[in-house]
């Protein structure tokens, strides 16, 4: 089992900048990628950014150049740096851990924390 706690979301202001965090503990060494999911209200879950034990990123259309992932591997935390946020960026953020193949398969999950964009 993998155990994930997310901090760092809340409400911030069109244009402005959040860094979320995760920091993992448990059974890390089963898994070779961590990521970030959102759900918008009314909305499906989907993936925003991921990252693999090598350093590979991937991201979604919609943040790539705004948002990024990285991470601290001796604390087992991974962030998420949130840049020239938009309203439609508001939604809950999920934290996950799982595997990278062809494709991010996520296994675990946090409990979610929420931003929100709004003037």
């Known amino acids: 089992q993998v155990q994930l706690v997310e901090s760092g979301g809340g409400l911030v202001q069109p244009g402005g900048s959040l860094r979320l965090s995760c920091a993992a503990s448990g059974s890390i060494f089963s898994i070779n990628a961590r990521g970030w999911y959102r759900q918008a209200p009314g909305k499906q879950r989907e993936l925003v950014a991921a990252?693999?034990?090598?350093?590979?990123?991937n991201y979604a259309d919609s943040v790539k150049g705004r948002f990024t992932i990285s991470r601290d591997i001796g604390k087992s935390t991974v962030y998420l740096q949130l840049n020239s946020l938009k309203a439609e960026d508001t939604a809950v953020y999920y934290c996950n851990a799982g595997y990278y193949y062809s494709d991010y398969v996520p296994r675990y999950w946090g409990q979610g924390t929420q931003v929100t964009v709004s003037s």
């Open positions: 990252i693999t034990s090598g350093g590979r990123t």
